[in-house]
Nanobody, 124 residues
């Protein structure tokens, strides 16, 4: 149907940088929004950054000025460049796409799709 495949993440020291990427594939008709959420241990999943169709980007206040989201529409791919990382950025980062896909009858259907998650650890 639809798959979101994430890459990147890992272990980095405070102040360091990491980048994440996510590509959506399958019977995609259109993507309305695509971006990143994160979930730290014991906390709820929260928005990090997402690109809305039309190109506008919204960020969590905690990452403004440090993280940059971008999207290549033609490749159904979204990126997250994370700079000046802090220990409190440690979490599992999930790619999300709000989209329409084509069902077996060729009709567009809505879907809120999620990737499998990639861990980011900021520690010295």
């Amino acid at each position: 149907q639809v798959q979101l495949v994430e890459s990147g993440g890992g272990l980095v020291e405070p102040g360091g940088s990491l980048s994440l990427s996510c590509q959506a594939s399958g019977n995609i008709y259109t993507i309305n929004a695509m971006g990143w959420y994160r979930q730290a241990p014991g906390k709820e999943r929260e928005l990090v950054a997402r690109v809305i169709s039309g190109g506008s980007i919204e960020y969590a206040d905690s990452v403004k000025g440090r993280f940059t989201g971008s999207r290549v529409n033609s490749m159904n791919t979204v990126y997250l460049q994370m700079n000046s990382l802090k220990p409190e950025d440690t979490a599992v980062y999930y790619c999300n796409a709000v989209l329409y896909y084509l069902n077996s009858s060729g009709f567009p259907r809505p879907l809120d799709a999620w990737g499998q998650g990639t861990p980011v650890t900021v520690s010295s």
